[in-house]
């Protein structure tokens, strides 16, 4: 269960009563006005983000090595879409959990993720054969 879908709530209802008990009527017009305000920069944000992954194809990130070193469990699905600027190329059907998309890039590398509840569990690195080698090859021959 997610106690934030809860707690939130109850607590913007704690601050609405606590309003209108010091202040009346003009403490909750102003508690209002800041919920208000805080749900319109969330929204507004989403419409950024979206509009931005609007932009570029599916699925697309433009070094997947990079984005596979700044994820963090729990990250919520939105972040990840603002990091790589794509909406993910979804591998798992609708309503399922976990939810499964890929990000690849231009060398055929991939990451994918795992997300349960909108929260991103785990992800893998898939570089190509060619690729990992190369990185595990000296740069220079030793003589």
């Known amino acids: ?12 209802l704690v ?6 008990q010091n202040y009346k009527w003009m403490g ?15 929204f507004t944000r989403l419409m950024t983000i979206m509009k931005r992954a609007s932009e570029r194809p599916l699925g697309y990130v433009a070094s997947a090595v990079m984005l596979n070193a700044k994820l963090k ?12 600027r794509s909406l993910g190329l979804r591998q798992s059907k609708d309503l399922e959990q976990p939810e499964v998309f890929v990000w690849r890039d231009n060398t ?3 990451v994918t993720c795992e997300f349960v ?27």
């Open 108 to 110: 055929d590398s991939s």
């Open 73 to 84: 469990p729990n990250v919520p699905l939105v972040h990840v879409v603002a990091m790589t």
């Open 1 to 12: 269960m997610n106690w934030r879908n809860i707690l939130i709530p109850i607590g913007l």
């Open 28 to 42: 909750v017009l102003a508690v209002s006005g800041g919920i208000v305000l805080w749900l319109m920069l969330h």
């Open 15 to 20: 601050l609405l009563g606590a309003a209108y």
């Open 117 to 143: 509840h909108g929260r991103l569990q785990k992800w893998t690195l898939q570089r190509p054969a060619d690729a990992a080698e190369a990185a595990a090859a000296p740069a220079h021959p030793q003589p």
